[in-house]
């Protein structure tokens, strides 16, 4: 049997294994050794992960989909279930699914049998919650295990990216490694060297650790509600002086893992009696359209297609043809940046946070390691730089540091595969 770090990202997932002393990360969809953390249910029973569930519902295939998967850890939800047509199944059954599809990728890749994993973990699953943060890795860990895993061990994922970049130094120095993904943001403080890079024992390193529950999905759901949510009737008024219309609809939508929620057929009863008292019937003509052919995941896809685009240029455009003719959405970086700022403020604070946990001003911090999809925002990097001016900043393997760096701490923990 073998050992392995597997990544269960909120946006996307990674699994490592160890080829000689090396971390390898497994390609888990085709050459790709990411894969979104994404599933489909077809309508005739078949199931799809990846890439590939994601296709099946652009191409209009009957079925649901179900992103951000890892969002539902430690909230109310993963104790819910989802309509799948006639039948229902429970977040947990999801999740387990879509860990157990991954596991049996990798060892078809890899032609060995994992039993041993180091599984990655956010500094906090859920913010200022213990009970709740804690039940969030028992239910992971049971999943795990259910997934086919004799032992489950857990990582912070910053952590993990540490020891990846320790690799790649020649000299000691005092790192923040800063890992800002689709769900969470995570930082730690950690002395980092050559010479520390084999020992047995790495606590004394380790610094300092904390998080937000902020992550892409974040700013794409800030993003969605000042930009898109209005063109469906968001904060639009009613007909009776004083009130609008409810905003919990807007914000499910602009929410990946509540999408589903809107597709439940009294929400959609809800819309039409909410229309008929509307000063704007029109715009939630066009919420109704969404709802009614299940394609919130679509605006959800494309508003995260126009963050990650204003990521490299100052414009993007939101394609809302297919809701009504001539409809759209243009955004542009300081749209962007206005609101979604406060989220930059916040994951900033955890860094000032980590300082003080540390005993350490700014600018003893020697070098930051960025890793993550969502250090691609300026605002966010310029965030965390300011945090610690003076220090070195270094962009890691943005999917694939976390993985790696969990494989290599499998290896401290279990030993040479066998």
């Not at 989802?82 to 059954?93: E, N």
């Not at 790192?175 to 047995?200: M, N, Q, Y």
């Not at 904060?235 to 002086?241: D, I, N, T, V």
């Amino acid at each position: 049997m073998s050992i392995c770090g597997l990544d269960f990202g909120t946006s996307n997932t990674t699994l490592g294994t160890i080829d000689g002393r090396t971390p390898a990360l497994a390609p888990l969809e085709a050459e790709h050794t990411t894969i979104p953390s994404a599933i489909f249910y077809e309508a005739n029973g078949n199931v799809l992960i990846g890439r590939r569930a994601m296709e099946a519902y652009i191409e209009g295939t009957a079925g649901r989909l179900m992103r951000s998967l890892k969002s539902v850890l430690g909230t109310s939800l993963i104790e819910e279930t989802t309509r799948l047509g006639r039948a229902r199944v429970g977040f947990r059954d999801v999740i387990a699914y879509y860990v157990g599809a991954v596991k049996r990728r990798a060892e078809q890749a890899t032609g060995r049998e994992l039993r041993r994993v180091v599984h990655g973990r956010p500094v906090h699953f859920v913010d200022n919650a213990p009970d709740a943060d804690r039940k969030a890795e028992e239910t992971l860990r049971s999943i795990a295990k259910g997934a086919g895993f004799d032992e489950v061990t857990f990582q912070f994922e910053p952590i993990a990216a540490a020891l990846d970049y320790e690799r790649q130094i020649t000299s000691e120095e005092l790192a923040l490694i800063a890992d800002i993904g689709g769900g969470t943001s995570d930082f730690s403080i950690v002395r980092l060297g050559p010479e520390r890079h084999g020992k047995a024992d790495r606590a004394a390193d380790i610094l300092a650790n904390d998080g937000v529950r902020i992550g892409g999905t974040d700013f794409d759901r800030q993003l969605s509600l000042g930009v898109v949510m209005p063109l469906f009737g968001f904060r639009s008024a009613m007909k009776r002086a004083g009130l609008d219309v409810p905003s919990s609809y807007f914000h499910d939508l602009a929410t990946w893992s509540s999408i589903n929620r809107m597709y439940e057929s009294r929400v959609i009863a809800d819309i039409r009696q909410v229309r008929q008292q509307a000063s704007r019937p029109e715009l939630l003509d066009r919420l109704i359209r969404v709802i009614h052919e299940q394609r919130g995941h679509t605006l959800a896809m494309e508003v995260e297609d126009a963050k990650i685009a204003l990521s490299e240029k100052p414009r993007a455009d939101i394609p809302l043809e297919w809701v009504a003719p001539g409809l759209s959405a243009d955004v542009d970086r300081p749209d962007l940046v206005s609101h979604t700022k406060q989220l930059a403020d916040r994951i900033a604070a955890r860094i000032r946070n980590c300082l003080v946990q540390a005993g350490l001003a700014a600018g003893d911090i020697d070098s930051v390691f960025l890793t993550g999809g969502s250090v691609k925002l300026a605002h966010v990097q310029k965030a965390i730089t300011k945090a610690v001016p003076a220090a070195r900043i270094v962009e890691g393997d943005i999917f694939g540091a976390v993985g790696k760096g969990l494989t290599l701490e499998a290896l401290r923990r279990y030993g040479p595969a066998n």
